[in-house]
């Protein structure tokens, strides 16, 4: 169709008869889906339709994905134009802004505007894109709360930015980050509050969402996570947002970016078929085959898409289906390349891994860098990149095509320039092939000489070069250079031994490398540890997470937040777990002393709960069995009402103090045993412990408590206090070594205090003392225990401090609400009955 | 509410992150949810194939859990124990949708008869 030369407004195209036997196609939404549907058409067949676009707001097509940089400063609105007047013009559509939608008569075949403006359409299209989702709480509707999806948005916090003052985002996705990255660079200080643990969970995973969080803070801005919106508070302007755990955070401005919504709303009114989204076909045709829908807006094959590179494949299926030549939508993989407040990061597949996934890890940690590629069946499925994104869409067009990967699976994860340069097939070669002062190690500096020069010096095994020149002992991520020049110095001598046993699979490291590196480059959280020390799975197993729950709670006494998810199960429940399924409870009983009150409450609980047994322990104490997990609070409560704490005898921590009666009654007895088994048990009750610990106090020689299979004994005698260590029963019995004699109570305490605290600090997660006193011996024990007065007393003060943080019974704490999700279901599921005939 | 075969058993953010949250069937046996630390969802019978410990009370690693009794690794995505262990527990197909957890209603019946 020849139509050079007709100039027409769409206005008096109604009459000029050669147009109007053009059919109509009428587009709501003026925003990316619209127009590039529209571009698509136009390159395939410019005069088929006579095109009117509706759009909401009052300007032309822009490009919705700048918004960001208009409001971080670095961009102008006329700069995220994609079409302006002139195009409209040129290709004869016609636009009418600022005047939405309100209406489709699809029996009619119209439109009607807000205006009262009604169009005949022969085709529909709907891309009204999606709606921010706006959270349901008190003050919502505030002046000054506001989404983050258009230029009014953007120019209301432009305005509130150029006052200055506090501003609060809810929402620690993509557009949340970057609405405080704006505010922040235009001088605003910043908080994010955001529901899940990590920032951009659904983009990241979780070393990829710390590192993210880190960066930010470092920035200025504050990060809170597991945060959730109590209400927005405010009299006739916003003043602050306050959080379910009762914190206030003043704001002049809030910004909610918690998510989108398709906007469907028009669609479900005209009686189209809307799921999530207004459900389409391969050819983006809805439910009424005249109107056509794409975009965010649109529900296919079960998924809604809230990124802009499915929204091009669907214009292209659109367009072909406009023209005749349909082609069909299949649906997307999507990956995402974005730069998050400056700082790159990529995601694309299943960076989940799945049946049969395996993780390739690579953290940097001197660079910031980390990487993880998710292969399956020699393909990759997904991967997760941080910092460093130049690989991202190699990865992506390895997955999208399902190359096998075998072949280069073990340069992978260091790039398409590494797998596939030329003559570099076997690693080891690339690394003979550097030179003698290439840097092996960027963590401590050692050149590739001084580690062939370490080996050839006799260190031939990797827990000896990183002994003798620190190669590789601070964060991990340069060991398989190490080891592949361990391999060449050494040829077929070496064979990868290792001196030092690792803390799990997930690492190379052991765990006298763990805790020091916690301490000496002030590691506060797993995550951290586990990038920092390039651990080769995302989230540990079940081996590390202990450990390093525990080596941080040692290391960081009041800082440090206990990870439930990283303790097992008793530790968690705070009760023993049973071959049923059920739980054992054993109340704390101070020395082995109860009254009638106590034993009142335990009848009563056992009675009330039909606990089928009651056991006296080893331990001086009653075990009450059989209690289900969601009755544990109540059974805690009623102990805790009877003055009774926690026994702890479900844990990596002190359990019982076993005593004697001595002096008191019996008449053998040389020392109060009795009451100073009482003093060490509310000394050291609630502390946590590389494994169990026992104490025992007995008041003679006779040593009717046990005093010498304890990890920590006391003998009386006459003239004092004999102090007994390493000793426990178990499969392997051990008695005790004799460490010192004390004169006096008080000195028993101190010592007592002081070798827990060691035990503390330098003993092996799951390593009990009498296996670490035979590791270290008993003279070094000695040393820093009865030789060292000043490191004695200054143990004894650390172990204090930490436990002034830890002797919170944890029964109470639960039985008044906390962490109630452990103990209850999250629901009940019954089947539903057929109805009986009548 | 019930979606066709989909049954909405609550929130996601009612499971901890690496967590697990339970759901007893009456007349069969309590399912478990299981939250990844990537956010995935997934629904296990809790109950291990070993000695029939409760997974949900297990440590969740990666795609996995060790049992809290004898520290079998059951995967998550197929129910089988992992390494030199053999064994399989029943999975039940479960999605996260608007941030509700829905179950599928026939598996829980046939996974818990």
């Known amino acids: ?838 | 509410m019930h979606y066709g075969d989909w049954i909405d058993v609550g929130p996601l953010s009612a499971i901890p992150v690496r967590g697990s949250r339970t759901i007893p069937v009456a007349g069969g046996d309590e399912v478990a949810l299981f939250r990844t630390g990537d956010n995935q969802v997934f629904a296990l019978v809790n109950r291990c194939p070993h000695k029939h410990g409760p997974l949900s009370q297990g440590i969740v690693h990666g795609h996995a859990v060790s049992c809290p009794l004898h520290n079998w690794r059951i995967s998550l995505v197929t129910g089988e124990a992992l390494g030199e262990d053999k064994g399989c527990t029943p999975t039940i197909p479960v999605k996260v949708d608007g941030g509700r957890v829905l179950l599928c209603r026939t598996s829980t019946l046939k996974a818990a008869a």
């Open chain 1, 1 to 838: 169709m020849d139509f050079q030369g007709q100039v027409l407004t769409n206005d008096d195209a109604e009459e000029a008869g050669g147009a109007a036997a053009r059919p109509r196609l009428v587009v709501i939404g003026n925003g990316m889906a619209g127009c590039r549907a529209i571009e698509e058409l136009l390159e395939r067949d410019a005069g088929r339709y006579r095109v009117t676009i509706f759009g909401a707001e009052p300007h032309v097509n822009y490009n919705r994905i700048m918004l960001s940089p208009v409001l971080a400063g670095e961009k102008t609105f006329e700069q995220i134009v994609i079409n302006d007047h002139a195009w409209y013009a040129d290709n004869e559509i016609e636009l009418v802004a600022g005047d939405p939608v309100v209406a489709i008569d699809r029996a009619a075949k119209t439109v009607t505007a807000r205006s009262g403006r009604t169009v005949a359409y022969d085709k529909l299209l709907i891309a009204t894109g999606s709606d921010p989702f706006i959270i349901p709480v008190p003050g919502k509707d505030l002046p000054g709360v506001i989404s983050f999806r258009d230029m009014k948005d953007v120019d209301t916090m432009l305005a509130a930015a150029a006052k200055g003052g506090e501003a609060v985002v809810i929402g620690g996705g993509l557009l949340g980050l970057e609405a405080a990255h704006g505010l922040s660079l235009r001088g605003m200080k910043v908080t994010v509050i955001h529901l899940m643990p990590t920032l951009m969970e659904r983009q990241l995973d979780e070393a990829a969402g710390w590192l993210l969080k880190t960066e930010l803070e470092s920035r200025g801005q504050t990060i809170l996570t597991g945060a959730d919106t109590a209400e927005i508070v405010g009299e006739s302007q916003v003043e602050g947002v306050r959080l379910k755990d009762g914190r206030l955070i003043p704001a002049s401005l809030v910004v909610m970016a918690v998510g989108i919504r398709p906007s469907v709303a028009l669609a479900r009114e005209a009686g189209l078929a809307v799921g999530r989204g207004i459900q389409v076909d391969d050819h983006m045709v809805t439910s009424d085959t005249d109107v056509l829908a794409v975009g965010e807006c649109v529900e296919h094959d079960g998924q809604v898409y809230g990124l802009v590179a499915p929204l091009w494949e669907m214009c292209r299926a659109l367009a072909d289906g406009l023209v005749g030549k349909p082609s069909g939508y299949r649906g997307s993989v999507t990956s995402t390349k974005l730069k998050v407040s400056g700082i790159d990061v990529f995601s694309a597949g299943d960076f989940a891994g799945g049946d049969g996934g395996e993780d390739i890890v690579l953290r940097d940690a001197s660079r910031g860098i980390y990487k993880r590629v998710v292969v399956k069946d020699d393909k990759i499925v997904g991967a997760v990149l941080y910092g460093d994104t130049v690989d991202g869409n190699w990865y992506f067009d390895l997955l999208k095509k399902g190359e096998d990967i075998s072949s280069i699976r073990d340069f992978l994860i260091f790039g398409q320039a590494f797998a596939q340069g030329g003559g570099q097939a076997d690693p080891k070669a690339a690394v003979a092939a550097l030179s003698d002062d290439a840097e092996i190690c960027g963590c401590n500096g050692v050149s590739k000489g001084k580690v062939v020069a370490t080996i050839q010096g006799g260190a031939c095994t990797l827990d000896a070069v990183r002994a003798t020149c620190k190669a590789s002992a601070s964060c991990g991520s340069c060991t398989g250079l190490v080891e592949q020049l361990l391999e060449l110095t050494l040829g077929d001598d070496y064979a990868g031994e290792r001196d030092v046993k690792t803390v799990c699979k997930c690492t190379t490291f052991g765990h006298d490398d763990v805790r020091r590196e916690i301490v000496a480059q002030g590691m506060k959280s797993i995550p951290e540890v586990m990038q920092r020390m390039s651990w080769s799975t995302p989230d540990g197993c079940s081996s590390c997470r202990p450990a390093l729950n525990y080596y941080l709670l040692c290391a960081w006494p009041g800082e440090y937040v206990d990870d439930q998810q990283s303790r097992f199960v008793n530790e968690r429940m705070h009760a023993n777990i049973q071959k049923d399924g059920t739980y054992s409870v054993v109340p704390r009983m101070w020395g082995g002393l109860t009254n009638p009150r106590e034993l009142r409450a335990i009848a009563d609980v056992v009675e009330k709960y039909n606990a089928p047994m009651v056991k006296v322990t080893g331990g001086q104490r009653l075990d009450i069995f059989g209690i289900k997990k969601e009755d544990l609070p109540a059974v805690w409560a009623d102990l805790n009402a009877a003055g009774m704490v926690s026994g702890h005898a479900y844990g990596k921590s002190l359990r019982t103090v076993k005593t004697c009666v001595g002096s008191e009654w019996c008449r053998f007895g040389t020392q109060d045993s009795t009451g100073l088994g009482v003093q060490i048990e509310h000394m050291t009750w609630g502390s946590w412990m590389p494994h169990k610990f026992k104490i025992a106090v007995s008041g003679c020689p006779r040593n009717c408590a046990e005093a010498t299979i304890k990890d920590f004994g006391v003998v009386c005698v006459d003239s004092g206090y004999e102090l007994h260590v390493g000793g426990n029963g178990g499969i392997k019995v051990r008695a005790t070594d004799f460490l010192c004699k004390v004169s006096t109570e008080q000195q028993a305490l101190d010592y007592c205090a002081a070798f827990i605290q060691l035990y503390r600090e330098e003993a092996r997660y799951l390593e009990r003392t009498a296996p670490w006193i035979e590791r270290v011996g008993l003279d070094y024990i000695k040393a820093r225990i009865v030789d060292d007065e000043v490191g004695r007393e200054a143990l004894t003060s650390r172990f204090l401090y930490s436990q002034s943080f830890s002797q919170d019974d944890p029964w109470a704490q639960r039985a008044a609400g906390a962490e109630r999700e452990q103990h209850a279901h999250l629901g009940e599921f019954r089947p539903i009955l057929p109805l009986a005939a009548e």
